[in-house]
C-alpha cells in the first residue's frame, strides 16, 4: 500500500471519520466529526494539528492525536472526557463533544507531548488470519518456525501459537489461554490441526518498540485501541498478561525493518522455515524502506532449500479488506491465501481469496 490519500487536514480526518464509523467505533467517528467542525472554526483542536497538516497521509495523524487524548484519559488526567469512555468504565453521554473539546484546550501541551508518537496498536486480533499462514509454511516444510516480525511493536503477535483459536472445523495453540479466536473465518476456514507446529525462534523489530512489562508501555498499547471496542482492551490485557508471564520472551529491537531484515536474513539457517511477517505495517514505511526489504527477500529467497526455506507472510491493506498474502522459497511462488477486516475480523480464507 502506497500512502496517498487526502491531502488537506479536513480531508484527512474525514477519511479516517469514515474508517472509524465502518470498524465499528461510533465514539470516533462521533469525535472525528466534532474534531472537523472545530478545525474548521479554528477551535481547540485546530491548534493542536494544524502544525501537522502537512505530514504524510500514511502518518495517521488522526490516529495519533486520539491515542494521545486516549492515552490521558486512562492516566486519569481528563475525568471529564473519561465519564464518556467505555475503556475507562463510561459511557458516551450528550455532552461528549463539548467534554471532548475542553478537553483537547485544557491538555493541548500534554496532547502536544504525546502526538509526534507513532500508532502502536499492536492487534492481537490479526493472529487470527495469520495463523492460517503459519501453519501452511508447516506444512510445506515440515520444519520448526524461524518467526521475524517487522514492525513487531511490544511483540505480543510473535506468541501467536499461545493462543486458541477454534474455527468451528479445527482447532490450534493452548486450550487454556485467555486470548481466544472462537469463529471469526468466513467460508471454508484454514486447516490448523493437521500438523504439529513448533516455533524455534521468534524476534523483532521497531522503530519504537514498546515494553510488555512496564505501566507506560502497557497504557501506550492500550491508548491506541479504539476507547469504544472494549472487547479488543480485554483481548490485549490477556496477550500482555501471557507476554509477561512468558520466562524468556523474545527481543524487539529498536531497528529499520530494512536493515534488521538485511542483518537477519544475510545467511541461510538451515533446520528451520525462516518466516518474516508483518501485519498493517507498509503503509507506515518509506519507499526506501520497502526496497531494501525486498531486495534482502530476493537475496534470501535465491539462497533458500528445501531444508532452509524463507517465507514472507503479510496482513495489509488492500482497499476496504486487507489481503494476506505468502511468498514461498524456493521458487519464489505467492498466493493470496486469505482476506480480512483490519482488525483481524471476519476471515476469508484460501487462495484467490
Not at 59 to 87: C, I, K, N, Q
Not at 283 to 290: L, N, P
Amino acid at each position: 500500500m502506497t500512502t496517498r490519500g487526502p491531502t488537506t487536514l479536513p480531508e484527512v480526518l474525514d477519511h479516517q471519520r469514515t474508517a472509524c464509523a465502518r470498524l465499528g467505533s461510533t465514539l470516533y467517528a462521533d469525535l472525528l466529526g466534532a474534531t472537523i467542525d472545530d478545525v474548521a472554526a479554528g477551535g481547540p483542536c485546530a491548534a493542536v494539528l494544524r502544525p501537522h497538516e502537512q505530514e504524510p497521509f500514511g502518518s495517521v495523524l488522526p490516529l495519533r492525536f486520539l491515542g494521545a487524548l486516549h492515552w490521558l484519559v486512562l492516566a486519569g488526567r481528563a475525568p471529564g472526557l473519561a465519564a464518556h469512555y467505555p475503556s475507562a468504565g463510561g459511557a458516551p453521554g450528550p455532552n461528549l463533544v463539548a467534554d471532548f473539546l475542553a478537553a483537547v484546550a485544557e491538555l493541548a501541551p500534554a496532547i502536544e507531548a504525546r502526538i509526534h508518537r507513532p500508532v502502536q496498536t499492536n492487534e492481537v486480533g490479526r493472529c487470527r488470519a495469520l495463523v492460517g499462514g503459519f501453519v501452511e509454511v508447516v506444512r510445506r516444510s515440515g520444519l520448526p518456525l524461524r518467526v521475524l516480525e517487522l514492525g513487531a511493536s511490544a511483540g505480543l503477535n510473535l506468541y501467536w501459537d499461545r493462543y486458541w483459536y477454534d474455527t468451528g472445523a479445527s482447532t490450534f495453540g493452548d486450550p487454556a489461554s485467555d486470548v481466544r479466536f472462537v469463529g471469526g473465518w468466513r467460508g471454508t476456514p484454514p486447516e490448523l490441526g493437521d500438523v504439529a507446529v513448533m516455533v524455534a525462534e521468534r524476534a523483532g523489530c521497531d522503530r519504537s518498540p514498546l515494553d510488555p512489562t512496564t505501566e507506560d508501555g502497557r497504557c501506550t498499547l492500550r491508548s491506541y485501541v479504539w476507547a469504544d471496542q472494549v472487547d479488543r482492551l480485554q483481548r490485549l490485557s490477556a496477550a500482555l498478561d501471557i507476554v509477561v508471564a512468558t520466562p524468556a520472551r523474545a527481543q524487539v529491537d529498536d531497528a529499520d525493518l530494512g536493515a534488521w531484515a538485511e542483518d537477519r536474513l544475510a545467511a541461510s539457517v538451515p533446520g528451520v522455515a525462516t518466516v518474516v511477517v508483518h501485519s498493517i505495517v507498509w503503509q507506515y514505511v518509506g519507499a526506501a524502506t520497502r526496497d531494501r526489504l525486498r531486495a534482502a527477500l530476493a537475496r534470501a529467497g535465491a539462497a533458500a532449500t528445501a531444508e532452509a526455506p524463507v517465507a514472507w507472510l503479510r496482513m495489509e491493506p488492500a482497499g476496504p479488506v486487507a489481503d494476506v498474502r505468502l511468498t514461498w522459497w524456493p521458487g519464489g511462488t505467492m498466493d493470496v491465501v486469505g482476506t480480512t477486516g483490519y482488525q483481524g475480523d471476519d476471515v476469508r480464507w484460501g487462495a484467490g481469496s
